[in-house]
C-alpha cells in the first residue's frame, strides 16, 4: 500500500470475540481503521487522527458485526424456506 504507513496495532472484544484492528496513517495525515472479516469483507473507518478513528472504530464494529449476523441468519431462514415451498410442490 503506497502512501500508507502503519501506526497501530490492537485487538478489540466484541461478544467475547476478538477482531484485529489495524490503523493506518496517509501522507496526507489521515487515518484509517481497518478490520478483515474475510478477503472480500472489510469495514474501514476513517478520520483525522488516531484516536479519532479508533474511537469510531469502536463505536461502529459491534454494528458491523452485528449486521453481518443478521444477514446470516436471514440468508439461512430464507433458504430454509425455500426447501420448505419447494418440497410442498
Do not use: W
Request: charged share 30%; glycine share 4%; hydrophobic share 35%.
Amino acid at each position: 500500500m503506497n502512501g500508507l504507513t502503519l501506526v497501530h496495532e490492537v485487538q478489540i472484544r466484541v461478544k467475547d470475540q476478538e477482531y484485529a484492528v489495524k490503523v493506518f496513517c496517509r501522507d496526507d495525515g489521515r487515518h484509517f481503521a481497518r478490520t478483515s472479516f474475510s478477503d472480500a469483507d472489510i469495514i474501514v473507518n476513517d478520520g483525522a487522527t488516531l484516536d479519532e478513528v479508533l474511537h469510531k472504530h469502536r463505536e461502529l464494529l459491534p454494528l458491523a458485526i452485528s449486521s453481518r449476523q443478521m444477514r446470516s441468519e436471514i440468508s439461512i431462514l430464507s433458504n430454509s424456506f425455500r426447501l420448505d415451498r419447494e418440497s410442498e410442490q
